[in-house]
């Protein structure tokens, strides 16, 4: 996961092809609600995709391998 410090919010094109949650947030312009823009590459942040990564942790492999 990487956090977006304001006022820059995530776009999906940091995120692609990555194994990344990217999170930003602001205030709306009314200043009376807060936003919060998430990003992920869903190809691989699927089921098979965390199970891969969580196997990975498992035998302490790189979180990474098998997915990038």
Known sequence: MRIFSPPQLPQIQFSLRSNYC???F?????????VI???IDNLLKGAAGQAVQNMNVMYGWGEEEGLA
């Open 26 to 34: 602001c205030l709306a312009d009314d200043q009376q609600r807060l």
């Open 37 to 39: 823009v998430s990003c």
């Open 22 to 24: 990217d999170i930003g």
